[in-house]
């Protein structure tokens, strides 16, 4: 597949139109939000293309991203919202709305499974299977190609998951369920920014 792949330093080009359906994903220097900084932010249309933004650690001025992730209008897509959303309230300030997350999906959709991760639906749903070795990289310097190409494949299947995944959801009359669980993922993000990482409604 040819990805239309384009790399941003610190923003979004200001004219640049995305629709209102959006697939997004970010990586970072590591998993713990207090020490590790986010890197970069992902986006795709759907339509085999990729923005990169190479954010500036220094002092994640990105208003063109921002107000494109705060706008209500436009439908995120993520694969494991709560990680993203968690370094994207911590390092952009900003808390988002009008999300679905393929994870979530995936564990209320395919209980014949207990496979989620986005490796094993990219697999099952658009036939690829891709290598997650870049996953622990880098991602604070100067990218090298197959960073590139890493990040892209991370966006650019959303879509298509998302779709298969939602006519399961429907088919099983699971939707409405997914539809309640979604709505706590702020809530979510903020019990983990308060500390609160484990399960509140276990004994």
């Known amino acids: 597949m040819n990805i239309d792949i384009k790399l941003h330093k610190k923003d979004l080009p200001e004219q640049l139109v995305l629709g ?4 997004v994903d970010c990586e970072f220097m590591g998993l713990n939000v207090e020490r590790d900084k986010l ?34 209008n436009v439908t995120k897509i993520f ?15 900003i808390t988002l709305e009008n999300i679905n997350c393929t994870k979530i999906m995936s564990k209320i959709a395919r209980s014949y ?6 490796k094993d639906l990219i697999k099952e749903f658009v036939g690829i299977d891709i290598s997650k070795n870049l996953q622990s990289s880098d991602f604070g310097g100067e990218l090298n190609e197959k960073q590139i190409q890493y990040c ?16 399961i959801l429907i088919r099983e009359k699971r939707v409405d369920l997914y539809k309640d669980a979604i ?21």
């Open 20 to 23: 209102d359906n959006i697939a």
């Open 79 to 93: 694969h494991y919202a709560r990680a993203d959303l968690l370094f994207i309230k911590k390092y952009l300030n």
């Open 152 to 167: 892209a494949k991370d966006v650019i299947y959303l879509h298509q998951i998302y779709n298969n995944l939602n006519n």
């Open 39 to 72: 890197c970069l932010v992902q986006i795709s249309t759907g339509k085999k293309d990729a923005h990169i933004i190479q954010l500036d650690r220094e002092n994640y001025e990105a208003p063109n991203l921002k107000k494109v992730l705060q706008d209500r």
């Open 113 to 118: 499974s207990d496979k989620h991760g986005l």
């Open 183 to 203: 709505k706590f993922i702020n809530c979510r993000v903020n019990l983990d920014l308060a500390s609160f990482t484990s399960d509140i409604w276990s004994h």
